[in-house]
């Protein structure tokens, strides 16, 4: 079945470390995003991709990087920079060009807690 | 400024309905999405609208208007399982980049037997 997939589910960081969080789909889609979600906010955009070797920053980038070697994957690394780390982290994909109907598909999640 | 209001928190009776609103204000406007979210899990697509009027799918409805900024969900013949977070999300255009999809804080929802 097609999907995206996060790991881990939970993290635990010490303060200072990086740490990588994953995403693999096997939807075939162009376009993958990720999200940081607090309590009593909404989910807010750090980083998208709409292709391969490509990627934008969202609203909140600061203190994390991305990649996108290649299109099933699209890796966020929470750097030593984020201040504020100890968030459930989302990521999404959709296909490319129209894509009106079915918005986009979530993975289930990676709870990040530094400790 | 970029803006969706939710109420933050609903309660209802299993069987009976139950409205879900949201409003927004966007710069400009390229459709509106119902996700589902249960504690810990992933968003799941409920419900999709870009005209006005009602989009029936189900249990589950959405409505769309364009010139009020509004719009809500409808969930009949609640079930326990329906217990979840909703959460409204405007998609936004934006010049020279991607659609952004903006998100609400979400309504969570608590269904009583």
């Known amino acids: 079945d097609g999907g995206i997939t996060q790991s881990p589910k939970y993290l635990f960081r010490k303060e200072g470390q990086n740490v990588t969080l994953s995403c693999e789909q096997n939807l075939n889609h162009d376009a993958m995003y990720w999200y940081r979600q607090d309590p009593g906010q909404g989910l807010r955009l750090i980083y998208y991709?709409?292709?391969?070797?490509?990627?934008q920053k969202g609203d909140i980038a600061e203190g994390y990087s991305v990649s996108r070697e290649k299109k099933e994957s699209f890796p966020l690394t929470v750097t030593s920079a984020q201040k504020n780390p100890t968030a459930f982290y989302l990521c999404?994909?959709?296909?490319?060009?129209?894509?009106?109907?079915?918005?986009?598909?979530f993975g289930s999640g990676t709870r990040l807690t530094v400790v | 400024g970029q803006n969706i209001d939710q109420p933050t928190e609903m309660t209802a009776t299993e069987g009976a309905i139950v409205q879900i609103n949201c409003t927004y204000q966007?710069?400009?406007?390229?459709?509106l999405f119902w996700y589902q979210q249960h504690a810990g899990e992933a968003p799941t697509f409920l419900s999709y609208n870009v005209l006005d009027g009602l989009e029936e799918k189900g249990r589950f409805s959405s409505f769309l208007s364009r010139s009020k900024g509004y719009s809500y969900l409808l969930l009949k013949e609640l079930q326990m399982k329906d217990s979840a977070s909703y959460l409204c999300?405007?998609?936004?255009?934006?010049?020279?980049?991607?659609?952004?999809?903006?998100f609400g804080t979400g309504t969570l929802l608590a269904v009583q037997p």
């Open positions: 966007t710069s400009g406007f390229n459709g």
């Open positions: 999404a994909s959709r296909p490319g060009g129209t894509d009106q109907l079915y918005g986009y598909t």
């Open positions: 991709s709409q292709i391969v070797n490509d990627f």
């Open positions: 999300a405007v998609r936004s255009p934006r010049a020279g980049a991607t659609n952004k999809l903006i």
